[in-house]
């Protein structure tokens, strides 16, 4: 890679100059620095003044088949192209399609998950007819445009479609007989953004998505008895619900205490829908990345709700829809509504941004905008856990519009991190380090495969296997957190609100990211982006000797691993007393391969230990040094 000389240059004067501004570059790939020539992006942290994304305001009527667990719908899109660019071609993403047998598929599947996908019946762009040949549509299809769309012109799409909902359900699909989750269900237009142009990747099952800030409108048919639970606002609660069950469920939006809004009883007893043979819930959800629902009838329905903005004093919805002899489900709103206190208060500390979170249960721990499907377990603890963690996406993707198909450490990085943290205050500090090193270091740094060491910044596509997992959760969490350490809480989380200020509702990028942390803390922390995301490092010190002086003690401690991490001098004195002295991620600046440590006392020492706490190392025996 050839460096500008003004660069090289620029480098050398603040080095003269003395003052501890690093100027590393980062890598910059071509798409980005293009975009950034463009005006859409820039190295500040900022958007550029020529940024865009375009938008699509959805209109969608489902239905839901239980006998046939066929889904049908029709919609129409009112697609703006905010580009300066003329659209030629438009791509249709449904990733559904990942039931198909033909589909690009991450892991081997079975059977019950496979199905024929989607079958769009109809299909019109501006009234101009189009059609689709289903049958070789993957998760994504390019439509060749009869008119292109200008910049700046909005596009009114209709689409009829329909698909079956698969028996084995993966982050959708058929819960029990009666108990649907039904997520994705809709054909939308694909992402087409600044710096890469159409998203075109496949879904594979194991990188998540990546999506517009839509607006949307969703009515949902289902058979009378069967409830639907939503993202957005419900808002015809009487015209689906029996008159008792909606005054609960109104209740509940200013209720602190758990309401059981619907219980097994009556839904047995076809108290709680209205009689209609079919009755349509409508939904209305703004600004937001996708749409989703669940379906049952037969679950239990919970309420309460949590005030999320002090300031304000403005409330969240908190529900939850689960099989009644699921025992930890039972605790799920109570435990929401603890989760979005801590989350709009604590870490991240921004007021969380919707107005209902619904915790449905199924089989998938998986993510979407104001829900979470969940899978039961014994271990009240880890479902706790789980639910925490899915809840913290909020932010990161769905605050943040990130594009977490190539870039998934930029959301769950931060999901991790925020289950840590809200752990320590759940459980206690002990709890969560055992918990964190278990779940989500051990099994990165015990396994000596180079496909563990794969750089951060590898687009998450490019990546497979552990090497996928760690990168997306380990290592980046590992880094966010080295991070906090080096910053301070304080300044960490002013650096943090900058980005999440500057980007929310947006699609930031990891140099975006980088820029931003720069920016909001003032400092320039190039070298350690560089350390986490650009290199093949991992967790290794070494406390490679030790010399005794009069009154002094010096360590020289390597770093072959390579990381910045933080760490503790634990040092055990012939008297039995210790001391413990911690080095931020700081100390590795300047030289990333070795330091030198003098620790200065008037007693002997009998032992010396290097303790990274999370950040478990890979060879733990030479961190320790016994005086003979
Ligand atoms: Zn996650």
Same mark, same amino acid.
């Given at each position: 890679?050839?460096?500008?000389?003004?660069?090289?240059?620029?480098?050398?004067?603040?080095?003269?100059?003395?003052?501890?501004?690093?100027?590393?570059?980062?890598?910059?790939?071509?798409?980005?620095?293009?975009?950034?020539?463009?005006?859409?992006?820039?190295?500040?942290?900022?958007?550029?003044?020529?940024?865009?994304?375009?938008?699509?305001?959805?209109?969608?009527?489902?239905?839901?088949?239980?006998?046939?667990?066929?889904?049908?719908?029709?919609?129409?899109?009112?697609?703006?192209?905010?580009?300066?660019?003329?659209?030629?071609?438009?791509?249709?993403?449904?990733?559904?399609?990942?039931?198909?047998?033909?589909?690009?598929?991450?892991?081997?599947?079975?059977?019950?998950?496979?199905?024929?996908?989607?079958?769009?019946?109809?299909?019109?762009?501006?009234?101009?007819?189009?059609?689709?040949?289903?049958?070789?549509?993957?998760?994504?299809?390019?439509?060749?445009?009869?008119?292109?769309?200008?910049?700046?012109?909005?596009?009114?799409?209709?689409?009829?479609?329909?698909?079956?909902?698969?028996?084995?359900?993966?982050?959708?699909?058929?819960?029990?007989?009666?108990?649907?989750?039904?997520?994705?269900?809709?054909?939308? +237009? =694909? !992402?087409?953004?600044? @710096?890469?142009? /159409?998203?075109?990747? %496949?879904?594979?099952?194991?990188? *998540?998505?990546?999506?517009?800030?839509?607006?949307?409108?969703?009515? +949902? =048919? !289902?058979?009378?008895? @069967?409830?639907? /639970?939503?993202?957005? %606002?419900?808002?015809?609660?009487? *015209?689906?619900?029996?008159?008792?069950?909606?005054?609960?469920?109104?209740? =509940?939006?200013?209720?602190?205490?758990?309401?059981?809004?619907?219980?097994?009883?009556?839904?047995?007893?076809?108290?709680?829908?209205?009689?209609?043979?079919?009755?349509?819930?409508?939904?209305?959800?703004?600004?937001?990345?996708?749409?989703?629902?669940?379906?049952?009838?037969?679950?239990?329905?919970?309420?309460?709700?949590?005030?999320?903005?002090?300031?304000?004093?403005?409330?969240?919805?908190?529900?939850?829809?689960?099989?009644?002899?699921?025992?930890?489900?039972?605790?799920?709103?109570?435990?929401?509504?603890?989760?979005?206190?801590?989350?709009?208060?604590?870490?991240?500390?921004?007021?969380?941004?919707?107005?209902?979170?619904?915790?449905?249960?199924?089989?998938?721990?998986?993510?979407?905008?104001?829900?979470?499907?969940?899978?039961?377990?014994?271990?009240?603890?880890?479902?706790?856990?789980?639910?925490?963690?899915?809840?913290?996406?909020?932010?990161?993707?769905?605050?943040?519009?990130?594009?977490?198909?190539?870039?998934?450490?930029?959301?769950?990085?931060?999901?991790?991190?925020?289950?840590?943290?809200?752990?320590?205050?759940?459980?206690?500090?002990?709890?969560?380090?055992?918990?964190?090193?278990?779940?989500?270091?051990?099994?990165?740094?015990?396994?000596?495969?180079?496909?563990?060491?794969?750089?951060?910044?590898?687009?998450?596509?490019?990546?497979?296997?552990?090497?996928?997992?760690?990168?997306?959760?380990?290592?980046?969490?590992?880094?966010?957190?080295?991070?906090?350490?080096?910053?301070?809480?304080?300044?960490?989380?002013?650096?943090?609100?900058?980005?999440?200020?500057?980007?929310?509702?947006?699609?930031?990028?990891?140099?975006?990211?980088?820029?931003?942390?720069?920016?909001?803390?003032?400092?320039?922390?190039?070298?350690?982006?560089?350390?986490?995301?650009?290199?093949?490092?991992?967790?290794?010190?070494?406390?490679?000797?030790?010399?005794?002086?009069?009154?002094?003690?010096?360590?020289?401690?390597?770093?072959?691993?390579?990381?910045?991490?933080?760490?503790?001098?634990?040092?055990?004195?012939?008297?039995?007393?210790?001391?413990?002295?911690?080095?931020?991620?700081?100390?590795?600046?300047?030289?990333?391969?070795?330091?030198?440590?003098?620790?200065?006392?008037?007693?002997?020492?009998?032992?010396?230990?290097?303790?990274?706490?999370?950040?478990?190392?890979?060879?733990?025996?030479?961190?320790?040094?016994?005086?003979?």
């Amino acid at each position: 890679m050839q460096k500008s000389l003004l660069a090289l240059l620029s480098g050398c004067m603040i080095a003269m100059g003395g003052v501890t501004v690093s100027a590393q570059e980062l890598y910059v790939p071509r798409n980005v620095k293009k975009a950034i020539e463009k005006g859409t992006r820039t190295l500040t942290g900022k958007p550029g003044p020529n940024y865009w994304q375009n938008k699509g305001v959805y209109d969608i009527q489902v239905k839901v088949t239980p006998e046939t667990r066929i889904v049908s719908g029709q919609e129409t899109i009112q697609y703006t192209n905010n580009s300066p660019d003329t659209l030629k071609m438009i791509a249709i993403r449904f990733v559904n399609n990942l039931h198909k047998p033909i589909a690009p598929r991450s892991h081997i599947t079975s059977p019950d998950f496979l199905d024929r996908g989607l079958e769009i019946t109809e299909m019109s762009i501006d009234n101009q007819s189009y059609i689709i040949n289903s049958e070789r549509m993957g998760t994504v299809g390019a439509v060749r445009l009869k008119s292109p769309i200008m910049p700046h012109q909005t596009a009114s799409l209709k689409i009829n479609w329909n698909y079956p909902l698969s028996k084995q359900s993966g982050r959708e699909g058929q819960i029990d007989s009666t108990t649907f989750y039904v997520a994705y269900s809709y054909p939308r +237009v =694909s !992402v087409y953004d600044d @710096y890469n142009g /159409w998203d075109m990747l %496949d879904h594979s099952d194991r990188q *998540e998505f990546y999506n517009d800030f839509n607006d949307y409108n969703l009515a +949902v =048919s !289902v058979p009378k008895n @069967y409830v639907v /639970w939503a993202t957005g %606002d419900l808002l015809n609660p009487d *015209e689906v619900l029996q008159p008792e069950i909606a005054a609960r469920l109104k209740r =509940s939006y200013t209720s602190d205490e758990v309401i059981h809004i619907a219980d097994f009883q009556e839904m047995m007893d076809n108290k709680v829908t209205r009689q209609n043979d079919w009755n349509t819930w409508k939904f209305k959800a703004d600004h937001i990345t996708d749409i989703c629902f669940g379906t049952s009838k037969n679950y239990v329905w919970d309420g309460a709700s949590v005030i999320v903005d002090p300031k304000t004093g403005r409330r969240a919805s908190v529900q939850a829809a689960f099989n009644d002899t699921a025992k930890d489900f039972h605790h799920n709103v109570a435990w929401a509504q603890h989760s979005l206190h801590y989350f709009s208060t604590q870490w991240p500390g921004v007021p969380y941004p919707f107005s209902k979170m619904t915790s449905f249960q199924g089989y998938a721990d998986m993510e979407y905008p104001m829900m979470v499907n969940d899978g039961t377990t014994p271990e009240l603890k880890f479902s706790q856990m789980v639910q925490d963690h899915e809840i913290a996406h909020t932010y990161f993707p769905f605050y943040m519009g990130i594009n977490e198909t190539r870039y998934a450490y930029m959301d769950e990085g931060w999901a991790t991190i925020f289950e840590y943290l809200i752990g320590q205050e759940e459980f206690g500090k002990a709890h969560a380090d055992s918990v964190y090193k278990m779940f989500r270091v051990a099994g990165y740094i015990k396994d000596p495969s180079a496909e563990e060491d794969q750089p951060i910044i590898s687009m998450s596509t490019q990546v497979s296997g552990a090497g996928y997992g760690h990168n997306s959760y380990g290592k980046a969490s590992l880094s966010y957190l080295a991070l906090k350490d080096l910053l301070g809480d304080q300044l960490f989380k002013k650096a943090l609100h900058y980005y999440m200020d500057t980007w929310n509702g947006k699609h930031p990028i990891p140099w975006d990211f980088f820029g931003a942390m720069n920016a909001g803390s003032g400092k320039n922390l190039n070298w350690f982006f560089q350390n986490w995301f650009f290199t093949n490092n991992y967790i290794d010190i070494k406390l490679a000797s030790v010399q005794k002086g009069s009154g002094t003690y010096t360590l020289t401690i390597d770093n072959p691993g390579g990381f910045a991490i933080p760490f503790d001098i634990i040092v055990t004195y012939q008297d039995g007393t210790t001391s413990t002295r911690h080095q931020t991620p700081i100390t590795w600046k300047e030289n990333q391969a070795q330091q030198v440590i003098k620790i200065t006392t008037k007693k002997n020492i009998s032992k010396i230990v290097l303790d990274g706490n999370l950040f478990m190392d890979y060879t733990p025996e030479d961190n320790v040094w016994i005086s003979n």
